[in-house]
């Protein structure tokens, strides 16, 4: 999804609706795709929801009421938390609260008293069994001017709180968290912190600002085309629908030979898991054939460990690697610390590799002391501390994206910026930033898995920023698949091997176009 600043988007809805596009047909579309999110994201296995709006009296509110009709349609457990009284409310949003009431009544649900004091909210809270419960932030959106009026501000305090105390509470900010600037990024005095933001026809820039990582969360494109955003920025969120093209059907007459080759190069003692993780993402990604390499000290160690379908080759030294057939080479995972003559080796193999390299861990640290230089069919997947081996004059506070631009500047290659929203730069493209994942995903192994899968969709024959894009977006899908579907049941609980577990899941759930 693009990137546009609230004075454009204001622009392109004032464009949709002398078009003919009514804002209140802005306003049902939204509601419907997010309404629609909300439901994919929340765990199923439940089948009561309770759910609380906090609403302004803005579009943003409007949003959030609508949204919450359907949820009641859905069969959900509802109720309003309102900063103003109806006669204060907007055109938009009195003409939504007219209709959730009038949907209402037709329903068993009982609504909070909306002049309830927060200590009745949470008596009411204490009562109702341990269900889910979603928390809609829709006190403000584009429309927000200046500091929190009083109003709002106790309503996001309450949030906050509610969030902090409920470990069953998930919240949803409607387009934007409330108190974080929409354009940069900057977090007021007080500011929603949300499990999920619904951004509504295009990312603000300031969602993608280091500074608002923690109260954005998950952030979750939902696609508004009435809206015909003419963007400044060239960089963007990646979702499904910018996917779905690379998950295209097989031909049937496939076969391994033709379905790509990895070359890996991987596994130390004390990091055998590293090689065990990266072949499988490979083969997983849907490779025809992974080769792993190994040393001899290694060799009878990692033959032994490694999936029954990955073929295991000895060699004297890295030397004597000869992998013509190959498409792609990953080098890194767990590789430990080589001696001069295998370094040689590899930088020699690196440099006259004619597929996709795709370099990670151990392989970035050894390029990095080497000051090798990198090329057009290069992929690096850098956490934060190989970034900054890479380099090392950049200060510890620099954003992450000038820490992208400053090595684009010297280098050709794909670079992957691992971490909460992780970028994938290349030289003259926009930026691309990741929207799934969360901190589940803090943990070893992910790395591993990540790097197999960009060399596995390499060897298929995407792009290096293809098969970046698409690898780092199925890691998250998947790591949220393996929670929410109970395999790791918390997020705290989820390991490497459940995400990889979860690979298949997540490529169909995006060719589903899922958020
Ligand atoms: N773009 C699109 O095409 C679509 C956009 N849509 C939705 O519309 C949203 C934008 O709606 P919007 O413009 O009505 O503004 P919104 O954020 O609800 O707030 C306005 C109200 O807030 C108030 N207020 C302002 N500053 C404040 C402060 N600091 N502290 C406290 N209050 C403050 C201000 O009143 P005031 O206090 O100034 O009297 C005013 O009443 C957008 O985010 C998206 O959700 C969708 O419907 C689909 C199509
Ligand atoms: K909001």
Redesign the pocket.
Known sequence: MKLATCAQ??E??TR?IDAGVS?YT??ET?ASGIADAIIQQTDARNEEIFCIAYI????????ALSVLRRLMAHGWNVHIRAAYSAEDM?G?CQLQWEKFHDAEASTLTTELDVTAEPTLLRRKLADIPRMPIVILDGL??????????P??AELVQEINELRRTCSNATVWA???PTGVHPDTGEIGENAVQADYTAA??CIKPGLIADTATSHVGRLVPVP?ND?DIQPEYSDEVIDSPMLSRLLVRRPYELYKNKAGRVAVIAGSIGMLGAAQLCTEAALRAGVGLVVLYCLPETYPLLAARVSPEIMVKQVQTYKNIDEDDAQALLIGPGLGQLDNANQLALHALVSCFDGTVVLDADGINLAAERSWRFEKNHILTPHPGEMRRLLPSAGMNTPRKELVNSFLYNHDATLVLKGARTIIGQRRQGMLYNSTGGPSMAKGGQGDVLAGICAGLAAQGMMPRDAAALAVYLCGRASELAVSRGCSGHERALTAGDTLRHLGAAMQSTADLCY
């Open positions: 988007i204001r392109a809805e949709a804002a802005l306003m939204a302004g009296k803005g579009n943003n509110a409007g949003d907007e938009l403000l959106g584009s429309g927000v001017d200046g500091p929190l009026k109003a709002i409607i387009d934007i509504i026809g508004l809206l």
